[in-house]
């Protein structure tokens, strides 16, 4: 059963706000996840979603890839992001007193990221590379293979790297289109579990992401289907349990701007 300081609201242009209220700590931990992943991504751009959450770590119009992980690792805090089969996830562990600057950031990053041509280049060798890796690791190839034998053709049997082929083929308008048509209030879900006020959290995320204009959800068959289905409301319930689990996890800070994060 779930905690009854766990609160849920829904801002006017779809965004969910999903928190725990943890009075006892002294920090907070915050996700804006959105959903889309590799089972999202038409064949000619399979591994789009974790290029993307790659890409937005090297830059904003207002903060640079090295101004991004200073703002909050500079306060004693942590930044980071991973991709999933059915959901993209960025988020920032630090003291309760810094949750606006962490929300500042994360929002930055997911709504106003330069996409620079250059970056995409660069970040391309980087992905390629990290797809050689993990092809080159055979306990973690068999998850694809099993997956692949699981869910033969269905797109949850895809790699959520994708192929070095088809990330090397993305440019910007690829990813800005993807981004157009999935990162929308509507697909995001803001989750927060610490010392952080459901209504502060509230007014952080109207104030950040709420001037984003709404988008009917079923604007692609497909993405109409899932909403009648519920998918939105069970990426939300996803991410109230994670967002939790996200308070004890331990990963490195992506101190390099050309980190690849690991699998």
């Given at each position: 059963m779930y905690s009854e300081a766990i609160e849920m609201t829904t801002l006017p242009n779809g965004v969910r706000v999903v928190s725990e209220t943890v009075g006892h700590v002294q920090s907070v931990s915050i996700g804006l996840w959105v959903?889309?992943?590799?089972?999202?991504?038409?064949?000619p751009v399979r591994g789009i979603s974790h290029f993307i959450e790659h890409m937005l770590f090297k830059g904003t119009e207002k903060r640079s890839a090295q101004q991004i992980a200073e703002e909050i690792e500079s306060r004693g805090g942590s930044l980071n992001a991973f991709t999933d089969k059915?959901?993209?996830?960025?988020?920032?562990?630090?003291?309760?007193?810094?949750?606006?600057?962490a929300m500042d950031v994360l929002s930055d990053m997911v709504l106003d990221s330069r996409l620079d041509p250059d970056d995409l280049a660069l970040e391309q060798n980087v992905v390629i590379e990290e797809i050689k890796r993990h092809e080159d690791t055979p306990d973690e190839t068999i998850h694809d293979i099993f997956a692949q034998t699981l869910w033969t053709r269905h797109p949850l049997g895809r790699p959520v790297l994708g192929t070095a082929k088809t990330v090397s083929e993305l440019d910007q308008g690829a990813v800005r289109g993807y981004m157009g048509g999935h990162y929308t209030p509507d697909r995001m879900v803001l989750a927060a579990a610490g010392n952080v006020p459901h209504g502060d959290l509230v007014d952080l995320a109207s104030r950040m992401l709420g001037a984003r204009a709404p988008q009917v959800c079923g604007r692609r068959e497909r993405a109409a289907q899932r909403c009648a289905q519920g998918r939105p409301e069970r990426l939300a319930q996803r991410a109230r349990v994670l967002?939790?689990?996200?308070?004890?996890?331990?990963?490195?800070?992506?101190?390099?701007?050309?980190?690849?994060?690991?699998?």
């Open positions: 959903d889309a992943g590799s089972v999202d991504e038409p064949a059915e959901c993209t996830c960025f988020y920032a562990k630090a003291l309760a007193e810094d949750a606006g600057v967002q939790q689990a996200l308070r004890h996890r331990k990963r490195p800070a992506r101190r390099d701007p050309g980190w690849a994060p690991r699998r």
